[in-house]
């Protein structure tokens, strides 16, 4: 298990922000970083048994412990999201 001195919550190699179209009290998110994919997951999305969500929980995670590039959690973010039918745009940086 990594120690927690590796783990980077606020990595953003690699990463190019997006926005979740999210309804409720989060309807819109940014999200440029890591910590902001996991929040993303955790916190008012719709639901929590698909198979890419998990897959994205499980690739944030190995991404956040330096094990993949950023970029991969960015991938399963979207993946998560549009089998959770929720909108998901690119923000030029």
Do not use: Q
């Amino acid at each position: 298990m990594p120690r927690l001195g590796l783990v980077n919550w606020r990595r953003t190699d690699d990463f190019a922000p997006l926005v979740l179209v999210m309804s409720g009290e989060e309807e819109n998110r940014l999200v440029r970083s890591l910590g902001e994919v996991a929040k993303a997951l955790v916190v008012g999305w719709p639901s929590d048994d698909g198979e890419e969500y998990m897959a994205a929980v499980k690739t944030c995670l190995d991404a956040i412990h330096g094990n993949i590039p950023a970029k991969a959690a960015r991938d399963a973010l979207i993946r998560a999201a549009e089998e959770a039918g929720i909108p998901v745009f690119a923000v030029a940086h």
